[in-house]
């Protein structure tokens, strides 16, 4: 039987639309032919086109309001088509115009019954529309999922998930029909939260034996194979990208099942800000003929972001035959419902994905490891609770907080070192150490609280406010520690705010800034934690530095701009803090940063095992790269960075 292409005749700007047409043709078995992904490096693009639109099983026109006036080849390629249209016998479907809006058809078109894409149903008709005149016309059509050019192919098994939103597809501003997730089924069947769906417009009576149309909320996990029926085929990358955000519909309810699923492979926490997320720590993987591998990925949108439908695929780069060719996924959406924390799918073997526990013989990516939005290793907070010998936790915490704040962190005549952050000492205070020979130098003085209630540390030249050492203040710490783990969302956010609106110069002095950011750390939610970000570039370095010292230890989807910030300022008193927190806060691009700063002499030389810990925090693949290009290099500088990562990159190993 002979093959024949359906070619996709598109101006630029409908581009994106016509690649998921594109897709799904591929997906339904069909042969579609896209510049974009079809046509290979080398060849005259203008002839291939001219021969394939001729060899085509049928030629679909697309248009829109944004490209029916366009002009240029695509004018061409709809002339090319209607002069083949004489070649073709009479009674077969050769041009079909493709709308992808409510526009109207050129006037040579209108002849030909046209196909609307943004009516429902309007993809499947149009898919069974090809296959009737494929199957009349003797052209053969392979069975399940299409292949790619050398015989690659991804294939969704299927996608879990436990939350979700129930919609109304007619009043749903979606670019297309939502696409019948499955689910994982459980041996005593499968619940569902009960819904009122007159409430979004839907008829109850259609959905007593099945599901109504919804889409994956919060989290979802996706199996897909990658499988070849061709040439040897090498993949080089797998990576997510997501290809379009939309708003949250008006009216949707939200629902869910209770299932507890398996361990994961990989991950992504998807975000606005980044376009692609490579996963499997950049593998690489080998395929002969006949060969599959089963992938899972876990997809999460963050918890930063609000509420709104991400819509992504997943591509492989791979080369077969000598070619460098790209295949895609099917496209999948998912949802956040409201703003603030995620809605999670609860595995019962999440310690085992987060440390690295490899399975099947593949690895998390450093990258993409699902980190919560706020992750801490509790060492700050411990940190600030360790000189609390004896406090008893008040009956109500909120009321706590609100009625003590002022008198705990204000509450005294204010020193100069309160006031300003530091305090530059009487010469005759100044610590002094006389030794043989002449010589003398000096050391920083820990002074005690009592009887001023703060701690300061003393320098040579300056004194400089450490944190307040009072039994008010102290109460006021496990007041704030009690709340953030035993209070409500509602009060937490309700002292979130309290506080936050307390760290003002025109409110407090800097003391009081600094005594506040404590308080404000144990309130993980994203209120507090801007506000701690704002204050890593306050303006004031010690109020800088005590901000910085929390992001040590808490991890925080947002903080790694800001803290780069601090670092590429001239150096100052919380630029090692700062340095220091970007070990688990630092993102790939963040590291990339480090390394040009570092290769323009932005660092003092003491850092540069500071600097080998934050690289190998972001990312061990990442670092081992930057240590074998850094051991031949001819800059000492560059060569001790080098060991330092290997050092760092053992430790890693061994822990």
Not at 35 to 64: H, M, N, P, T, Y
Not at 102 to 119: E, G, N
Not at 456 to 484: M, Q, W
């Amino acid at each position: 039987m002979q093959k024949g292409h359906i070619f996709l005749c598109h101006a630029a700007e409908d581009k994106v639309a016509v690649t998921e047409v594109h897709t799904r043709l591929k997906k339904a078995g069909l042969s579609p032919w896209l510049d974009k992904e079809d046509l290979r490096a080398g060849q005259v693009w203008a002839e291939e086109i001219q021969k394939v639109i001729k060899s085509s099983l049928a030629v679909l026109i697309f248009f829109s309001k944004t490209s029916i006036a366009k002009r240029g080849y695509v004018q061409k390629e709809m002339k090319l088509a209607l002069d083949t249209l004489d070649e073709v016998p009479e009674g077969q479907t050769f041009i079909i115009p493709v709308r992808l809006d409510d526009c109207d058809v050129p006037s040579k078109f209108t002849k030909f019954h046209y196909c609307d894409l943004f009516a429902e149903g309007g993809i499947e008709q149009l898919v069974k529309t090809i296959v009737l005149e494929a199957e009349q016309r003797g052209f053969a059509l392979p069975s399940g999922p299409h292949p790619g050019p050398s015989g690659l192919t991804i294939y969704t098994q299927k996608t879990e998930y436990v939350t979700f939103l129930v919609i109304n597809p007619e009043r749903a501003d979606l670019p297309e029909k939502i696409p019948d997730y499955s689910f994982i089924n459980t041996a005593g069947g499968l619940a569902m939260v009960p819904l009122e769906l007159s409430e979004i417009g839907l008829n109850p009576a259609d959905y007593e034996n099945r599901f109504p149309p919804h889409i994956p909320q919060g989290e979802m996990t996706i199996d897909f194979t990658i499988t070849n029926e061709g040439k040897t085929a090498i993949v080089s990358k797998i990576a997510l990208e997501i290809m379009d955000v939309f708003e949250i519909p008006e009216k949707c309810l939200a629902s869910g099942f209770f299932p507890v699923l398996e361990p994961i492979e990989d991950s992504a926490i998807l975000t606005r800000q980044q376009k692609t997320y490579n996963l499997f720590r950049n593998k690489t993987f080998s395929y002969k003929k006949g060969d599959v591998d089963l992938f899972r990925v876990n997809v999460l949108i963050a918890d930063c972001e609000l509420p709104s439908v991400f819509q992504f695929r997943f591509r492989v780069d791979y080369n077969a035959a000598s070619q460098s060719r790209t295949e895609y996924s099917d496209i999948f959406y998912l949802a956040k419902h409201k703003a603030g924390p995620t809605s999670r799918i609860p595995y019962a073997k999440r310690e085992s994905s987060l440390s690295g526990t490899e399975t099947h013989g593949h690895s998390n990516s450093d990258a993409n490891l699902i980190k919560q939005d706020f992750y801490t290793d509790g060492y700050y907070h411990k940190s600030v609770l360790a000189h609390i010998v004896e406090s008893s936790v008040p009956r109500d915490c909120s009321l706590y907080i609100k009625e003590n704040y002022w008198t705990a962190v204000m509450g005294d005549e204010r020193t100069p070192v309160q006031v300003n952050g530091f305090e530059k000492p009487k010469p005759e205070d100044q610590p002094r150490m006389h030794v043989p020979g002449g010589l003398h130098t000096t050391w920083a003085v820990f002074k005690p609280s009592h009887p001023r209630g703060y701690r300061t540390t003393g320098y040579p030249d300056v004194e400089i406010y450490e944190g307040r050492e009072t039994k008010s203040y102290k109460s006021l710490l496990v007041a704030c520690n009690e709340l953030s783990q035993h209070g409500s969302i509602e009060e937490q956010q309700e002292i979130s705010s309290f506080l936050t609106d307390k760290v003002n110069p025109s409110v407090i002095d800097v003391a009081g800034v600094v005594d506040t950011i404590p308080l404000l750390s144990f309130f993980r939610n994203n209120q507090s934690y801007a506000c701690l970000l704002h204050l890593i570039n306050s303006g004031h370095q010690l109020i800088d530095k005590h901000a910085c010292d929390v992001f040590t230890s808490v991890r925080y989807q947002k903080s790694a701009g800001p803290l780069l910030q601090n670092v590429k300022r001239a150096r100052s008193y919380s630029s090692a803090s700062a340095l220091a927190a970007l070990a688990i806060n630092g993102n790939e691009e963040t590291a990339k940063e480090l390394v040009s700063l570092f290769e323009a002499g932005h660092f003092h030389s003491t850092e540069v095992e500071t600097i080998a810990h934050v690289l190998v925090g972001i990312s061990v693949a990442s670092a081992e790269t930057i240590m074998r290009d850094y051991s031949i290099s001819n800059s000492v500088e560059e060569r001790r960075l080098s060991y330092e990562l290997l050092k760092e990159i053992r430790r890693t190993r061994v822990s």
